[in-house]
């Protein structure tokens, strides 16, 4: 079993900041990609940013610029940090991994439970 872990979510005012984290945990033997989804009241799930095995990222048009992914191997640990919020940015972000897993050896996607962001003031 392989289980991600979020924190770092909250209430925030317009143009303040956040790091959400992510932690992987389980029978992970490497980690193909992980990233960040978010799914605001009455849309869509979008990928955020996301950051393959050999360290290429990719983030949405919305926030490039603004966000940074970054991640730990050691600690099998991805973190968001998330400047210049704006009320749009508002909404449940997902912890995304794809990982192999040691026993059995497979591809496993794999979910975090979501954290909230809010950006108001």
């Known amino acids: 079993q392989v289980q991600l872990v979020e924190s770092g979510g909250g209430l925030v005012q317009p143009g303040g900041f956040l790091r959400l984290s992510c932690a992987a945990s389980g029978s992970i033997f490497s980690v193909v990609r992980m990233g960040w989804y978010r799914q605001a009241p009455g849309k869509q799930r979008e990928l955020v940013a996301a950051?393959?095995?050999?360290?290429?990222?990719n983030y949405a048009d919305s926030v490039k610029g603004r966000f940074t992914i970054s991640r730990d191997n050691a600690k099998n640990t991805v973190y968001l940090q998330m400047n210049s919020l704006k009320p749009e940015d508002t909404a449940v972000y997902y912890c995304n991994s794809v990982v192999v897993t040691t026993t059995p050896v497979r591809s496993l996607e794999v979910w975090g439970q979501g954290t909230l962001v809010t950006v108001s003031s």
């Open positions: 950051m393959s095995g050999g360290g290429s990222t």
